[in-house]
């Protein structure tokens, strides 16, 4: 399979586009940072995880075993906060958010992550680190916390590309009991009263940075292949996750490929509370459905920055539109016993459309490419349909699991609802209760039987000849 061995990757760490080898030949571990659960997930992170659920779903389909590890954060200040105010306990409120992100995820088909671990299953881990850091003298104790001393590990900042000198007076965390003002802590002192955990180090939570490299380290080892995230991670969280592992296993580099996902703006703007302006994911997928919000997210490149506006969801819903009712003809499409020139000509153009959209994404992903491809291909399908209308049997299928295999990997569904005879016969049995409804005089519930389907993305119209429906979306 050429696309596989072809794949190629931006990797953060080198600055360079290279050829993506595994440590452990078609086995394929990734990593990607996953929610602090105190809110409900925005677009922003609908951004990264589609990406990363694309690339899973490439790495898959060329060959690769793949490994998918997410982490979720359920120790935080954010979290502890929230609590406070929603009167909850911290873990109570943290299983809340994370019940609600994997609804949030399945929506966008976000299905390929083999584990989701929780950064409270795993203070053995951190405990066990951060004492073998403190032992080989990476770590020191204060009367705060216990912190990582930067100095001690001449590479950081190699990720980032700063220099070590400069992280050194960086103000992080900031703390009067720490040796540099670059340190960060790998355990956090804190009062009896707070949540946390009794440690060796005495009461308190872990930092932030440890969770990573305890779940990593405990189900990777000491060295894996890809590490995801967004861009504003490479400083100071995956810095810090570098200078632990490597320090505390000795072996470098921690992770093979690093790679991040470029900022999402709203109107030019980053997303923030105090501006009012995060988007939540729920509520996009609420009005325009699931796949229009996909297709946008997907359809820019990763690395670049990209900047949400309303208008481009209107866009991504006609391009969805458009590759549905492609879809749709294709499948209606009557199939005859000869095979024409036509479709010879069409079949060896969808070949070559196939070859290269899985060429663009084995060159780094390049997601707005392989979608072009897609396009290309639905531009030929339509014209096939209109000027030939019709196909054999083997063409049919040919082209139905091309469509099918291009889908899946961008993660795309195209469900045929319409197809369904239990469907059809549902809708059927409501039209004539609401249309005995209308007969009594029950205008009432009459318009809500027709507004909870519009919900369901069933459109009703009442005509002279009755009434006939139709799927919005
Ligand atoms: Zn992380």
Redesign the pocket.
């Known amino acids: 399979m050429t696309a596989f061995a072809d794949l190629r990757v931006y990797n953060t760490l080198t600055g360079r586009v290279e050829k993506f080898v595994p440590l452990y030949g078609k086995r394929v571990f990734m990593f990607?940072?996953?929610p602090t659960v105190y809110d409900y997930s925005h677009i922003g992170h609908g951004r990264v995880f589609t990406f990363f659920d694309t690339v899973a779903r490439y790495l898959r389909w060329a060959g690769y075993s793949l490994f998918y590890l997410v982490?979720i954060?359920d120790v935080d200040d954010k979290i502890i906060n929230r609590a406070k105010e929603e009167g909850m306990h911290p873990l109570k409120l943290a299983r809340k958010y994370e019940s609600f992100y994997y609804e949030d995820m399945e929506s966008l088909n976000v299905t390929s992550v083999n584990l989701y671990a929780r950064a409270s299953d795993y203070l053995p881990e951190i405990w066990d680190q951060i004492r073998v850091l403190l032992e080989k003298g990476h770590a020191y104790e204060t009367e705060t916390g216990v912190y990582f001393d930067i100095t001690t590990f001449p590479d950081y900042g190699k990720l980032s590309k700063q220099k070590i000198e400069e992280l050194r007076v960086h103000r992080i965390e900031p703390d009067p009991t720490k040796r540099n003002p670059g340190d960060f802590a790998l355990w956090r002192k804190r009062p009896k009263d707070e949540f946390g955990w009794e440690s060796p180090w005495g009461y308190g939570r872990p930092g932030?940075?440890i969770?990573?490299t305890a779940i990593t380290i405990k189900h990777f080892g000491k060295q894996y292949d890809i590490h995801g995230?967004a861009i504003e991670?490479a400083f100071p969280?995956?810095e810090a996750?570098i200078a632990q592992a490597e320090s505390y296993t000795g072996v470098k580099p921690f992770v093979k490929y690093w790679i991040h996902i470029g900022l999402l703006t709203i109107k030019g703007e980053k997303m923030s509370k105090s501006l009012g302006n995060i988007i939540r994911i729920r509520d996009v997928v609420q009005e325009y459905g699931p796949e229009p919000v996909r297709l946008l997210l997907i359809s820019s490149f990763y690395r670049s920055p990209m900047d949400f506006r309303w208008e481009l969801l209107d866009q991504a819903r006609s391009s969805y539109q458009r590759i549905k009712t492609a879809y749709d003809n294709l499948y209606d499409l009557e199939v005859n016993s000869e095979v024409g020139n036509a479709e010879v000509e069409l079949l060896n153009k969808v070949k070559d459309l196939r070859d290269r959209f899985f060429r663009s994404l084995a060159d780094n992903f390049n997601t707005p490419e392989a979608l072009a491809n897609l396009y290309e291909l639905i531009r030929l399908t339509n014209a096939y349909v209109s000027e030939v209308g019709e196909i054999s049997e083997q063409g049919k299928g040919i082209l139905l699991s091309t469509f099918n295999e291009m889908l899946s990997v961008l993660g795309i569904r195209v469900e045929r609802a319409v197809d369904s005879v239990m469907l059809k016969s549902l809708v059927q049995l409501l039209l004539e209760v609401r249309s005995q409804l209308r007969q009594r005089r029950m205008y009432e519930l009459s318009d809500e039987i027709r507004g909870r389907l519009r919900d369901l993305g069933i459109e009703l119209q009442d005509t002279p000849q009755g009434t006939k429906w139709r799927i919005i979306r």
Do not use: A, I, P, R
Request: include cysteine.
């Open positions: 990607v940072c996953g982490n954060t932030w940075h969770e990573d995230g991670l969280h995956h996750e």
